[in-house]
């Protein structure tokens, strides 16, 4: 049996008419696109950005080993990010679905403020007030935990869709085995919830990779910072950012394709997703 | 119930479930009047009525999944708790066959039938997975064991599902319209289950609209309509000679094709 897709949801199998304008709409853009990419392509070589000195230091092994590092720098920055705004998310959307009201507003509250204020706002204020109250966080902390902080909300928000669409029978049926409210929430509700938002929960964590990016404000070595290092000594701007973007482009696209992997693993089919 | 009267076991004498002057709300709504029940050891009670007369409700007020206002409801002479630690074991004493079967659909059918024995009652696993393969086997979907739910057909889950309260050993099982989202071939296979449980000495209340099944299986049968219980009668007497007036419209309304 084939897998269904969002696709296969939305529209119905085309008929010949269709099929031909597809065809036609399909080479059309593809011509479009091509003359779009070569005519920056000229833009670029007319102002010079294809010199062989914005470039040549692309072949040297310290330049992608540097790079490599950023990388590291990156991935560590977004792990400890990710898994504190889950851990933090978790926490507010536990809040939030409580049967105690008062920390239901709590919950509302902290989800709101998190969400409203910018991430650049906490990022200051871990490097510049948290240090003055004498608390020294290791620089990898600071910036991950606002960025956590400033996705703590959204996650918080994600995770609350994901437990309410798990069907009411999934519940009966673990109370009626005799499991108790704690653990029909860990064992049968959560479970299936993180299952159903999982492409959901991976934009919000491409969120986090990107924000990381404001490692630079810290001097931390991300990919960001170390960028910024190698345009200073090279003098070479769109080269550098270029070869940067594309490398943020894969590690958010791997991050896409372990979750859909984790989803059609999971035996459930994701809400969304391909 | 007559079968059961030459057995002297003081124990038996005890109902496994007894319903008293049980009363429901839903808002304005009067769900259940004044539901006065009682079920042996070893019964089938099947409960039947128009769509709205309350037998799901009732159904499903016997392991608290419906809270009742008023009355009060026994399980082997032990009033229901009304929360806690106690209700969740009290809970693991009786079985529920939901209508959309309700398996956990994160978990492989085995594992749906593992879960409640480990997680609730700490069995050792290896003895846990050779009884649930066991029971498997008893409802016919041994081969799908390590299948996820929705891999499975409607009929091949709703065994599973029975498998799944089996393996918690309960003294009475709760079937609330088992074979109503069903396919109409595959309900036979779930009724042959539960027919297989009926002779085996299961007790058992059975809310549905499978005729047959009542006819055949039934100890009694218990006719609801408008949240009061209106008759019950030995399943021969209650389809051929219905004493009310309401009974015998409905029984009209479904023989009339």
């Known amino acids: 049996m084939r897998e269904l897709t969002v696709r296969d949801m939305l529209y119905e199998t085309p008929g010949k008419e269709t099929r031909k304008k597809t065809a036609v709409a399909t080479v059309v853009s593809l011509l479009v696109i091509m003359v779009f990419l070569c005519y920056i392509v000229k833009l670029f070589s007319e102002s010079g950005q294809l010199d062989s000195r914005y470039w040549f230091f692309f072949t040297k092994l310290t330049t992608w080993k540097f790079l490599f590092e950023g990388i590291l720098g990156t991935l560590e920055a977004s792990l400890l990010a990710g898994t504190s705004a889950l851990a933090i998310g978790f926490v507010f959307m536990c809040m939030r679905i409580c049967v105690y009201k008062p920390l239901n507003y709590i919950g509302i509250a902290l989800v709101e403020f998190t969400r409203g204020v910018p991430t650049l706002l906490f990022i200051y204020f871990f490097f510049l007030d948290v240090p003055k109250m004498g608390i020294n966080l290791p620089t990898v902390w600071r910036i991950s935990l606002p960025v956590a902080i400033s996705a703590s909300g959204m996650v918080s928000e994600v995770l609350r869709s994901g437990v309410n669409a798990v069907p009411k029978g999934q519940r009966e049926a673990a109370l009626s085995i005799g499991m108790r409210e704690i653990n029909v929430f860990l064992k049968i509700i959560f479970p299936q919830a993180v299952r159903y938002i999982i492409p959901a929960l991976v934009s919000d964590l491409v969120i986090v990779v990107k924000d990381t990016t404001f490692s630079y404000i810290l001097s931390f070595p991300d990919l960001m910072q170390n960028a910024k290092v190698l345009i200073s000594n090279y003098d070479a701007l769109l080269s550098v950012y270029l070869v940067a973007g594309v490398i943020y482009i894969l590690i958010n696209y791997f991050l896409n394709r372990i979750s859909v992997s984790l989803a059609k693993r999971s035996g459930m089919t994701p809400v969304v997703g391909r | ?257």
């Open chain 2, 1 to 257: 119930m007559e079968r059961n009267k030459d057995v002297l076991d003081k124990s038996l004498e005890i109902p496994v479930v007894e319903l008293r002057h049980v009363e429901k709300y839903y808002g304005e709504m009067h769900a259940l009047k004044d539901i006065n029940l009682s079920v042996e050891r070893g019964e089938v009670v099947v409960l039947i009525g128009p769509s709205g007369s309350g037998k799901s409700t009732l159904c499903r007020t016997i392991n608290r999944l419906e809270t009742i206002k008023s009355g009060e409801i026994r399980i082997e002479g032990k009033k229901l708790p009304e929360g806690g630690k106690e209700l969740a074991e009290l809970r693991t004493q009786i079985g529920m066959v939901f209508q959309s079967f309700n398996l956990f659909a994160h978990r492989t059918i085995l594992d749906n039938v593992m879960m409640g024995p480990i997680d609730v009652l700490k069995r050792p696993e290896e003895e846990v997975k050779k009884e649930a393969l066991e029971l498997l086997k008893r409802v016919g979907v041994d081969s799908q064991a390590d299948k996820f739910p929705a891999k499975l057909s409607g009929g091949q889950q709703q065994r599973a599902a029975i498998a799944r309260s089996l393996a918690m050993h309960p003294k009475v099982m709760l079937f609330d319209e088992p074979t109503s989202a069903l396919d109409p071939e595959m309900i036979q296979e779930v009724l042959d289950v539960m027919t297989e449980l009926a002779h085996e000495g299961m007790t058992m209340i059975v809310v549905t609209h499978e005729m047959n099944f009542a006819r055949r299986v039934a100890d009694r049968v218990v006719f609801m309509a408008d949240g009061s219980i209106i008759e019950e009668a030995a399943p021969d007497e209650f389809f051929t000679n219905p004493k009310s007036e309401r009974a015998r419209e409905f029984l009209d309304s479904i023989n009339r094709h």
